[in-house]
C-alpha cells in the first residue's frame, strides 16, 4: 500500500502541471462570484459559502478520471492489481493520494479566498473544518463511480450525472456552520460503501 | 521443479464461450507457444493463468494447488500484456522509477538499456518513441528477476528482427535458468521453443 501511495505521489510530482489546473480551476470558480453579484461583503459571504462547495465538487469531477482510468488505459493496472491482490488496499491508497494531490492544495489556499471574501477567522475556520471533512466522503463517492466506470472512454458527462446528485448532501450540510458531525458521518457512510463497491468494480474489471 | 496444470478449462465470455475443454502441461524450462485466430482466447488464457478471470470451470493448479488458493502465486509471475505500461508524457527513466516502485526492485536501468541498445533514449518522452521502440522499453519490465514465469501476450508484435531475437534468446536463458514460460503469438517463430498449441 505504501508503495503504490509513493509512486502515485511520485507520478502526480512528475505531472504536476495537472495539480495545478485543478487549483486553477478551484479559484476562478470562486472569481466568478462577484463577478456575478458585484461586491457587497454581506453578499459574497453568503455566496462563498455555498459556492465553495460547488467548486471543490466540480474540481473532484474533473480529476475523476486520472484515478484509476490512466492507469487503466495505459496498463499499469494491470500491474497493479496483480502486486496487490488485497484489493481494498489498493483502493485505500488511491483514497490517500487522491485526497492528497486533489483536495488538500485546494484547503491550503482556501484561507486566503476566505480572507478576500470577507470572511473572519471564526468563518474560515469552520469553513475549514466542514470543507476538510466533506472532501474526504467527496473523494470517496469520486473513487467508486470511476472504479465502477472504468474501461468506458469518454464519460466524464456520465461520471458527473452520478456523482453530482451524491455529492448533494455534501452541498446542504456544508454550508452550515455548526455541521462537521453530519458530515462526518456521510463521509463515513461513504466510505463503507465507496471501499466495497471500488473494489467490485476493479474486479470487475480484472474479470 | 514447477507443474503448471490446465485440465478441462472452459470460459464463457459473455454470451460465447471461448475456451473449451483446455487440457495442459508445462513444466519448468519449458515454453509454450499458444495460436489461434483472433478472439479464439489467447489472451483470456493469460488472464486466468494470472488470476484477474476467476469464473471459469475446470481447474489451473500450480504443483497440484490449485492458483486461486494459492497465496503466494501472484508474485511468481510477471505479465506483460498487450498494453505498454507506459505514460505517454513521461521521459522512459521517469517511467522505469514508477516500474520500480510499483516491482519492490532497483534495476540499473541504464546499464540494461544500453545492453539492448536503448540507452540513448532513457530522457526521451514516451509519446515520441515509435511503437517498437515502445514495446522493447514495455519488455524491459523482463529484467525484473525474481519470478518463476512469465505470461507474455503478444510480445513480438512491433518488434524488428534483431528485438525478436534478442527476446527470443532471452526466453531460452530464462528457460534454462528453470523458468516457465507462456506466451501467446501469431506469427511462425522459429522450432526452439517446446510447445505449442492452437485453440
Redesign the interface.
Known amino acids: 500500500m505504501l508503495n503504490l501511495i509513493k509512486r502515485d505521489l511520485l507520478l502526480s510530482f512528475y505531472s504536476s502541471a495537472n495539480f495545478f489546473f485543478t487549483v486553477s480551476f478551484f479559484v476562478l470558480i470562486l472569481i466568478l462570484i462577484p463577478f456575478a453579484f458585484g461586491t457587497q461583503s454581506d453578499q459574497l459571504k453568503l455566496l462563498f459559502k455555498g459556492v465553495v462547495w460547488i467548486a471543490l465538487a466540480l474540481s473532484i469531477i474533473i480529476t475523476v478520471d486520472r484515478i484509476y482510468n490512466a492507469d487503466y488505459e495505459d496498463g499499469n493496472l494491470d500491474i497493479i492489481m496483480q502486486k496487490n491482490r488485497t484489493i481494498e488496499y489498493l483502493v485505500i491508497s488511491k483514497y490517500v493520494t487522491h485526497w492528497f494531490i486533489y483536495c488538500l492544495p485546494l484547503l491550503v489556499i482556501l484561507p486566503i479566498l476566505s480572507f478576500l471574501f470577507y470572511l473572519d477567522y471564526l468563518e474560515t475556520i469552520q469553513i475549514f473544518i466542514n470543507l476538510f471533512i466533506g472532501s474526504f466522503g467527496m473523494v470517496f463517492i469520486a473513487n467508486f463511480v470511476s472504479a465502477l466506470t472504468l474501461g468506458a472512454k469518454r464519460t466524464i458527462f456520465l461520471k458527473a450525472i452520478i456523482m453530482i446528485p451524491l455529492f448533494v448532501p455534501f452541498i446542504i450540510f456544508g454550508s452550515d456552520a455548526g455541521s462537521w458531525s453530519i458530515l462526518l458521518g456521510l463521509s463515513m457512510l461513504s466510505f463503507v460503501i465507496s471501499i466495497y463497491v471500488t473494489a467490485y468494480g476493479l474486479r470487475l474489471y480484472g474479470e | 521443479m514447477n507443474v503448471l496444470k490446465i485440465e478441462d478449462l472452459s470460459c464463457k465470455r459473455g454470451e460465447s464461450k471461448v475456451l473449451n475443454n483446455i487440457n495442459l502441461t508445462i513444466k519448468s524450462g519449458e515454453t509454450l507457444v499458444i495460436k489461434g485466430r483472433n478472439g479464439s482466447g489467447k489472451t483470456t488464457l493469460l ?1 486466468i493463468l ?6 471459469y470451470q475446470g481447474k489451473v493448479s500450480l504443483n497440484d494447488l490449485n492458483i486461486l488458493e494459492d ?1 503466494l502465486y ?1 508474485n511468481k ?1 510477471n ?1 506483460i ?10 521521459s522512459i527513466k ?1 517511467n522505469l ?3 520500480d ?4 526492485e532497483t534495476l540499473d536501468h541504464a546499464k540494461l538499456l544500453e545492453h539492448d541498445n536503448l540507452d540513448h533514449l532513457i530522457n526521451r518522452d514516451v509519446g515520441s518513441l515509435s511503437d517498437g521502440q515502445k514495446k522493447c522499453i514495455s519488455l524491459h ?1 523482463l529484467n525484473y528477476n525474481k519470478y518463476e514465469f512469465w505470461f507474455l501476450d503478444e510480445p513480438f508484435v512491433y518488434l524488428d528482427e534483431v528485438n525478436t531475437n534478442s527476446l527470443i534468446e532471452k526466453i531460452n536463458r530464462f528457460n534454462k535458468n528453470m523458468g516457465i514460460v507462456i506466451l501467446t503469438s501469431n506469427i511462425n517463430l522459429p522450432k526452439k521453443f517446446h510447445k505449442e498449441v492452437n485453440i
Open positions: 488472464r494470472s488470476n484477474f478471470i476467476t469464473s497465496n501472484n509471475f505479465l500484456g498487450q498494453k505498454n505500461s507506459l505514460k505517454d508524457n513521461l521517469k522509477e514508477l516500474w516502485i510499483i516491482f519492490n519490465r
